[in-house]
T-cell receptor, first 110, second 116 residues
Framework: DQQVKQNSPSLSVQEGRISILNCDYT??????FLWYKKYPAEGPTFLIS?????DKNEDGRFTVFLNKSAKHLSLHIVPSQPGDSAVYFC?????????FGTGTSLTVIP | DTGVSQNPRHKITKRGQNVTFRCDPI?????LYWYRQTLGQGPEFLTY????????KSRLLSDRFSAERPKGSFSTLEIQRTEQGDSAMYLC??????????????FGPGTRLTVL
């Protein structure tokens, strides 16, 4: 049973515009959420995280929003750059295990 | 320290053979995780160590899989009597447990296993 879902397998955005990647989860015990970026032939790279006591966390061009009532989080990238093209995974944790979504492949068009 | 390293990067083996992978975490990290990733999926948790103690194992981890972390440093993942369904990318990650909870994991490049 997939506890973390990314329903959009792919997303294309023009350079300079906003990229919005979405993630839904089912377990209300999750209290820590993360986004990772993955390039081919590399392991995932940590981007940004948020704990359940917050609803927003910002780091440069990356902002993560958490809506606990909807069990939904999103990653905003502004402005999008061609180097952002990669697969993005969201992950959630309620203890020692981390559950990952299936990923969204982002393509930023120059 | 250059991050999490994994060896080998690629492994091709015949069905029924045993394979062993190694992970060297970031030196000050006390937690180490093993994941498996197949095409089109996210990483799936296999097992986790806090220092040298293996604290959790997924039900995905059949009795053909065994992991160790002697002395709380590097870790090995062994798969005995490999099956074609074991073909996947095996990822290792490490993190530093914080009293406040919530710590990001740093992943290695993975070992890609192909079972013929």
């Amino acid at each position: 049973d997939q506890q973390v879902k990314q329903n959009s397998p792919s997303l294309s955005v023009q350079e300079g515009r906003i990229s919005i990647l979405n993630c839904d989860y089912t377990n209300s015990m999750f209290d820590y959420f993360l986004w990772y970026k993955k390039y081919p032939a590399e392991g995932p790279t940590f981007l940004i995280s948020i704990s359940s006591i917050k609803d927003k966390n910002e780091d440069g061009r990356f902002t993560v929003f958490l809506n606990k009532s909807a069990k939904h989080l999103s990653l905003h990238i502004v402005p999008s750059q061609p180097g952002d093209s990669a697969v993005y995974f969201c992950a959630a944790s309620g203890g020692n295990q981390f559950y990952f979504g299936t990923g969204t492949s982002l393509t930023v068009i120059p | 320290d250059t991050g999490v390293s994994q060896n080998p990067r690629h492994k091709i083996t015949k069905r029924g053979q045993n394979v062993t992978f190694r992970c060297d975490p970031i030196s000050e990290h006390n937690r180490l995780y093993w994941y498996r990733q197949t095409l089109g999926q996210g990483p799936e948790f296999l097992t986790y160590f806090q220092n040298e103690a293996q604290l959790e194992k997924s039900r995905l981890l059949s009795d053909r899989f065994s992991a160790e972390r002697p002395k709380g440093s590097f870790s090995t993942l062994e798969i005995q009597r490999t099956e074609q369904g074991d073909s996947a990318m095996y990822l290792c990650a490490s993190s530093l447990a914080r009293p406040s909870g919530g710590s990001e994991q740093f992943f290695g490049p993975g070992t890609r296993l192909t079972v013929l």
